[in-house]
């Protein structure tokens, strides 16, 4: 049974910084696969954030380039997302998803391409 767990999300101040963490259970050779952050605030279409794919390319969106470092721990099997300069427009339900058969390195993260998904963690940035 796969299993993505996302923990680290909370309120905070516009400014601030928070780690999300993404647990992987369940996926044999989850080493291999490309990860994943999107986030969806209200009323909004969920948006790819940041990828790491197998071979260690980290792509991102260009609203939070140079702002959030996303990052894998191979041997607890957990994927990251520090962020930084938090805005309110950083506002959502932030979500890991992994996918084994990665797409091409070409921009951040596309929804449509990840087959196993977590249920989200809330950021909230005021």
């Known amino acids: 049974h796969v299993q993505l767990v996302e923990s680290g999300g909370e309120s905070v101040q516009a400014g601030g910084s928070l780690r999300l963490s993404c647990q992987v259970l369940g996926l044999i050779g989850s080493n291999s696969y490309c990860m994943a952050w999107f986030r969806q605030a209200p009323g909004k279409e969920r948006e790819g954030v940041s990828v790491?794919?197998?071979?260690?390319?980290?792509e991102y969106a260009a609203s939070v380039q140079g702002r959030f470092v996303i990052s894998r721990d191979l041997g607890k099997e957990i994927l990251y997302l520090q962020m930084n300069s938090l805005t309110p427009e950083d506002t959502g339900l932030y979500t890991c998803?992994?996918?084994?058969?990665?797409?091409?390195?070409?921009?951040?993260?596309?929804?449509?391409?990840?087959?196993?998904w977590g249920q989200g963690t809330q950021v909230t940035v005021s």
């Open positions: 790491v794919h197998s071979g260690g390319t980290m």
């Open positions: 998803a992994a996918e084994p058969f990665c797409p091409i390195p070409s921009g951040p993260p596309k929804a449509k391409d990840y087959r196993y």
